[in-house]
């Protein structure tokens, strides 16, 4: 018989541990699967939301095409602040997009919705200047992404689009039609109506005149016109452009006459950009205002010298905050102004001719309901002995009508038809004039007023005529027919824009002056307060954002 081993004892209870260890592995598992599962269910509403928030961005763009669409098909809908809300994306019912106009930084700032008035929508000053905004919302029915104060919140997303067009301020010079304005030819309202038409329309000439860029004539910069260019056949014609830039030379209607000389790039076919039919908005809007014929002296400083219609002395002004003086016509304005015949009296009160000449390092922009008459050197920093303007002053000259350069001349010219300087038919924009210009600023009551007639004058501004022209004032009364100009060259550093090409110079018997007309830079960064944008012009998205929603 075998005996137990002294030390051994029996096992007891040893089944309890591994069920303790069963149950600890059976939670383990259990954790991970669950783990496991949350994860799985997390992902997929990560991948849902995300999904929501993908289709609500493409929902929003849907919004923001039909915004493009809308303004494609009417160049003016964005004056209208449109909006629209909750519009279904076609074919998914349950995506829909919303857009609005959002307000410029000005009305943003006041905490002001967008309102259909141009300074709301507009930005006006700054390196946005001439841009808009619009918001298109897409949204996903039924959906959640996020809550807040405990309630679901619909997946949404939002894109900010900036509109921006070609500016006038993008060029040194720009014209609607390159043709003598109708209402200097005394024409009837049915020839008139006929030249509103491009060369390539066929338009008839006479009566409506056509005239060449010449030789000696400079445009440094971009240049830009809606209609064909006539080109002077000399063996050196004008020059469009810069030496050694990518500036854009822009011929809709391509040229004529001879093939000019140009820097940069030359394209046609390119936008349409119409001068604006009226600044009334503008001028309904500026700080300052004053009525008929006024006459301002730019200065240095914080203040300028005004004097107002049928007053005998200046008063001294403080520039605007706004930056915007508005000249307005008085009750019983009804000049008819021709370059043959101006009429500079201090008696012609009632028309809002605003007068202005002087040297500037404030922004200003003066709009006048009828005509802007240089009669003088306008200067900024940089600018005075002509060379190119620095700083950040810039001025904008707008005229509901002409802004012209002054040219007095000794004889009759100024009060009437005579025989001594007469036009020629009606629709020739040639005519005879034996008359001189006025170098002897005390001769008459106006060129003591308003100063003689002006030698290579110097002008650092962006002009704008929104109904007619840029030009200068007895344009073919030189003093000699030689057939040089006779007071040098025109100096403009800014940018030009004219619905029709006014006149410099004249004829085979001479002329007054050649143009030199160089692009300033500034103002793409810098431009005058509130300048006036084009009527109908295409307009392009600059920049697209998506901010994340909040």
């Not at 000449?357 to 050197?377: C, K, P, Q």
Request: proline letters at 6%.
């Amino acid at each position: 018989m075998r005996s137990r081993p002294a030390n051994t004892t029996p096992l007891r209870g040893e089944h309890g541990f591994a069920m303790i260890f069963a149950l600890m592995t059976l939670l383990v598992c259990g954790l991970l699967v669950a783990a496991a599962i949350a994860a799985s269910r997390e992902d997929v509403q990560l991948t849902h939301t995300y999904s929501n928030q993908q289709n609500a961005y493409f929902a929003a763009l849907a919004g923001l095409n039909a915004y493009k669409y809308q303004l494609n098909a009417n160049p003016d809908y964005w004056s209208t602040c449109p909006t629209a809300s909750n519009v279904e994306v076609p074919g998914n019912s349950s995506e829909k997009y919303s857009y609005e106009t959002l307000p410029t930084q000005a009305h943003e700032e006041k905490h002001e919705a967008c309102k259909a008035e141009t300074s709301a929508i507009v930005e006006s000053s700054g390196s946005a200047a001439g841009t808009f905004r619009v918001k298109a919302t897409g949204t996903i029915e039924n959906s959640r992404c996020g809550s807040e104060a405990g309630k679901a919140v619909l997946c949404k997303r939002s894109i900010i689009a900036t509109f921006e067009h070609s500016s006038f301020l993008n060029y040194a010079f720009e014209s609607n039609y390159e043709l003598v304005d109708p209402a200097t030819l005394k024409l009837t309202a049915t020839q008139t109506k006929e030249c509103e038409k491009y060369y390539k329309e066929g338009r008839p000439n006479p009566p409506c005149e056509t005239f060449p860029w010449i030789e000696g004539d400079s445009i440094e910069g971009p240049f830009h016109t809606n209609d064909s260019a006539e080109i002077e056949a000399v063996s050196k014609g004008p020059t469009f452009g810069r030496k050694g830039s990518t500036d854009k030379v822009e011929m809709r209607g391509g040229h004529f006459g001879t093939t000019p000389t140009i820097y940069g790039t030359y394209i046609e076919n390119g936008p349409i950009v119409y001068p604006p039919e009226s600044g009334s908005e503008l001028i309904k809007e500026a700080e300052l205002k004053y009525e008929g014929r006024t006459v301002i002296k730019l200065e240095n400083g914080a203040f300028m010298k005004v004097k107002k219609a049928g007053a005998s002395s200046y008063e001294t002004v403080e520039y605007p905050k706004s930056g915007v003086i508005a000249i307005e016509n008085k009750s019983g304005c009804n000049e008819e102004y021709t370059p043959f015949f101006p009429n500079y009296s201090a008696t012609a009160t009632t028309c809002g001719n605003a007068y202005v000449s002087g040297e500037y390092n404030r922004s200003l922009t003066i709009i006048s309901e009828d005509n802007i008459v240089i009669n003088g050197n306008i200067t900024t920093t940089g600018g005075a002995s002509g060379g190119e303007p620095t700083g950040t002053a810039t001025l904008g000259l707008i005229a509901e009508k002409y802004v012209r350069l002054y040219h007095p001349v000794t004889g009759n010219c100024e009060s009437g038809l005579t025989t001594e300087c007469k036009s020629a038919d009606v629709g020739n924009a040639q005519y005879s004039c034996n008359q001189k210009s006025q170098k002897n600023e005390k001769a008459t009551a106006v060129t003591e007023e308003l100063g003689a007639a002006l030698y290579e004058p110097v002008i650092d501004a962006a002009i704008l005529s929104s109904k007619n022209s840029w030009g200068v004032d007895n344009f073919g009364c030189p003093e000699t027919s030689s057939g040089s100009p006779e007071l040098g060259t025109i100096h403009i550093w800014g940018s030009i824009a004219e619905e029709w090409r006014g006149r410099v110079t004249c004829c085979a018997a001479g002329g007054v002056y050649l143009k030199s007309y160089k692009w300033d830079t500034r103002l793409e960064d810098d431009p005058p307060p509130s300048f006036l944008s084009p009527k109908i012009t295409t307009w392009t998205v600059e920049r697209q954002t998506a901010p994340p929603e909040t």
